[in-house]
């Protein structure tokens, strides 16, 4: 890789990944509360010890200290160096690594995506109020109604209501210059030739399209009267790439914890009526044809994927895009289906007539690749004839071509060669095309060897408490005014956390997982590792409380050496290098602790 990939880079494809996503599909994960858990891959236990925060994004276990976000996961896990999971995760996000240093980073630019985040919460927020209080949401709720939805899963998608008119979101949010140039930046707004803005979305039912985050970062919306077009989606914005997003599949995380298969449908409606008959493993483009991003995304979450589209030309025109874009990552253990429904059903109107059972009755019956595959090419061929298998063979040819090397592409060769009368190794000498051989994802060969350390909480030392608050809620730091943390070098990690406020500062809207990366070289990362892995309880109003009293208790600490501050001294030291004085000074610590 030619030049150094730039921190700002890293923040963003740190900010674009969902570390769950990344783990799960080499360490089955299970979810338990907020967190998951699983055993340890990286040392033998058979109690689940470690844990992945998806709020956090971060991993972390409790029996060997393995610690970091995905990136660190990569290196650890598939044993790649830091240029190969950068590149690893920008793969999995369809970005591509930039091969020179770039420009500096440039902290504005951060800031407006940070506010353009902001802004679309705020809209997904606005149009929910809307369909609950605007003197025309009757027509809304009324439509939904009609269409079977329950308030209860309207919800769940975080359904909305854009009223008629030219200008109501331009009033409620774009209250200045800025966030007006946010929002259209977002797609929320258009630019009138003459000047001005005007909204984007009027008189529509809003389907809000989240990340895999959960963050809102486009919409769809329904037209409630009888303009065009019926749907109408966000354009390519900062935020949203059609290519590589997918209404339903934040939803369908959230819902299950274990992905069998996956339906990828045509609707925003097909997606929400499943999901309300029990069916959540369903998921829809956004406008455009499934991409090979869509699909790579897909496979690291279930191996099987079915397309269930309309019987019509349109819907067999796109499963065949679909089946042409899959074909470059198809590979042993993909299963790949297709379903085509009865002429005038979709998803929608089928499962309100069959239910649930039916329609996953119809499912399992959906037709296999290969079986798709071949019967589409030789759907107007006479393989009777030697003309026939011949055309066949060319045609099919081209494509299996494009499949990488592996067992899934020798059996759809012998497959080729059993419906041509021909020799596998006769087909296999005319793919000349065949691309090279991508390089084989790098698993887990042996599991890492880590010296176990003994799962001790840590004390909750002023110092460590002001750490892990910030780590829950780095906006925190902005209640220090810049340079105003005492200096004390005798106070163990007191220089660490006015490092820690400092990288906010620098950075007002960092993610946690970013603050984590910003700090890794920092001589004190090993112990941000243990406090990571600390139970948070408190939040929001009583969090930033907690962090007020914290902020006293440090003060006061670094202004007075109290028995807790030599306590904190010695804990930080390795237990081999305490004196014997020092040891019975901590027993005795202890003892008079358990007194009360």
């Not at 369909?131 to 009757?138: F, S, V, Y």
């Amino acid at each position: 890789m030619a030049g150094l990939i730039s921190q700002s880079f890293i923040d963003e494809l740190l900010i674009r990944t969902d570390i769950v996503e990344v783990i799960d599909p080499r360490v089955q994960l299970k979810k338990a509360g907020r967190e998951y858990t699983a055993c340890c891959p990286f040392h033998n236990e058979k109690t689940p010890s470690f844990t992945v925060s998806q709020a956090k994004q971060f991993y972390h276990c409790f029996g060997c200290g393995a610690h970091g976000s995905a990136i660190g996961f990569l290196m650890e896990y598939d044993h790649l160096n830091f240029p190969e999971a950068v590149e690893e995760l920008a793969q999995m996000n369809g970005l591509e690594v930039p091969r020179d240093a770039g420009p500096a980073p440039d902290p504005k630019a951060k800031a407006r995506q940070a506010t353009l985040y902001d802004l679309m919460a705020q809209s997904d927020r606005y149009y929910r109020q809307q369909l609950r209080q605007h003197p025309q949401a009757a027509r809304a709720v009324n439509y939904l109604k009609q269409r079977g939805l329950s308030g209860e899963i309207a919800a769940t998608f975080g359904l909305g209501f854009a009223p008629p008119g030219w200008d109501n979101l331009l009033k409620a949010l774009a209250n200045d210059k800025e966030k007006c140039k946010q929002l259209t930046s977002g797609g929320m707004l258009i630019e009138k030739d003459e000047g001005g803005h005007y909204d984007r979305f009027r008189d529509r039912i809003m389907f809000p399209i989240r990340d895999q985050r959960g963050r809102t970062i486009a919409f769809g919306g329904r037209i409630l009267g009888d303009d065009k077009p019926k749907y109408l989606n966000s354009p390519e914005t900062p935020l949203f790439h059609k290519g590589r997003e997918l209404y339903g599949l934040f939803e369908m995380r959230q819902a299950l914890r274990k992905i069998d298969r996956i339906m990828v449908v045509e609707g925003y409606m097909d997606v929400v009526t499943l999901a309300q008959f029990n069916i959540h493993y369903a998921v829809a483009t956004l406008g455009t044809a499934t991409t090979p991003d869509h699909l790579s995304r897909l496979f690291r979450v279930t191996p099987e994927i079915i397309f269930c589209f309309d019987g019509d030309r349109a819907g067999r025109d796109a499963a065949w895009r679909a089946l042409d874009n899959a074909l470059p990552i198809l590979k042993e253990g993909h299963e790949l289906r297709f379903l085509f429904l009865p002429d005038g059903e979709d998803p929608d109107t089928l499962v309100r007539k069959e239910g649930k059972a039916g329609f996953e009755a119809r499912l399992d019956l959906a037709t296999p690749l290969s079986r798709y595959f071949f019967g589409q090419l030789s759907n107007q061929l006479d393989l009777s004839s030697p003309e026939g298998r011949a055309r066949l063979a060319k045609t099919a040819q081209a494509y299996l071509s494009r499949l990488p090397k592996g067992l899934f592409k020798q059996m759809m060769v012998n497959e080729l060669a059993t419906l041509t009368q021909m020799e596998s190794s006769a087909i296999e000498a005319t793919l000349n095309t065949e691309p090279k051989q991508a390089p084989p994802v790098r698993g887990k060969t042996k599991s890492t060897q880590r010296k176990l350390q003994k799962n001790h909480s840590l004390v909750p030392t002023p110092v460590r408490r002001g750490v892990m608050s910030l780590l829950q809620e780095p906006k925190l730091a902005l209640l220090v005014e810049s340079g105003n943390i005492p200096a004390n070098p005798e106070i163990p990690g007191l220089d660490f956390f006015g490092e820690v406020i400092g990288v906010i500062h620098k950075n007002p809207q960092i993610e946690i997982a970013t603050l984590y990366s910003r700090l890794e070289g920092s001589r004190y990362y090993h112990h941000l590792k243990r406090l990571s892995g600390q139970e948070q309880l408190l939040k929001g109003n009583l969090l930033e409380h907690e962090f007020k009293g914290i902020l006293d208790s440090i003060k006061k600490l670094a202004s007075n050496k109290s028995m807790d501050e030599q306590m904190e001294i010695l804990f930080a030291k390795p237990p081999s290098q305490l004196t014997n004085e020092e040891k019975e000074m901590v027993r005795r610590y202890f003892t008079s602790k358990s007194l009360y």
